[in-house]
């Protein structure tokens, strides 16, 4: 089974401070749900509404520094 968390509903690289707080929740929701559920993959997609990925990529990098991933 594969996982896929959708880059519609986050904006991790927003202005707004609520925004990206908001987005990192509903990445780590979303993670911690696939790995409750054991699957094995998670596919996500990158984020286009900006021209930096700063943000989303500390939030990935955080989760692939867990060893039990």
């Known amino acids: 089974m594969i996982c896929?968390?959708?880059s519609r509903l986050v904006d991790c690289d927003s202005?707004?401070?609520h925004i990206q707080e908001r987005s990192e929740a509903i990445i780590q929701?979303?993670?911690s749900y696939?790995?409750?559920n054991?699957?094995?993959h998670i596919?996500?997609?990158l984020?286009?509404?900006g021209p930096?990925?700063?943000n989303f990529a500390a939030i990935l990098n955080r989760y692939l520094q867990d060893l039990t991933l």
């Open 4 to 6: 896929k968390i959708n």
């Open 15 to 17: 202005p707004y401070a």
């Open 29 to 31: 929701q979303e993670i």
């Open 34 to 36: 696939c790995t409750h």
């Open 38 to 40: 054991s699957v094995s």
């Open 43 to 45: 596919v996500l997609d």
């Open 47 to 49: 984020p286009m509404k």
């Open 52 to 54: 930096r990925l700063d």
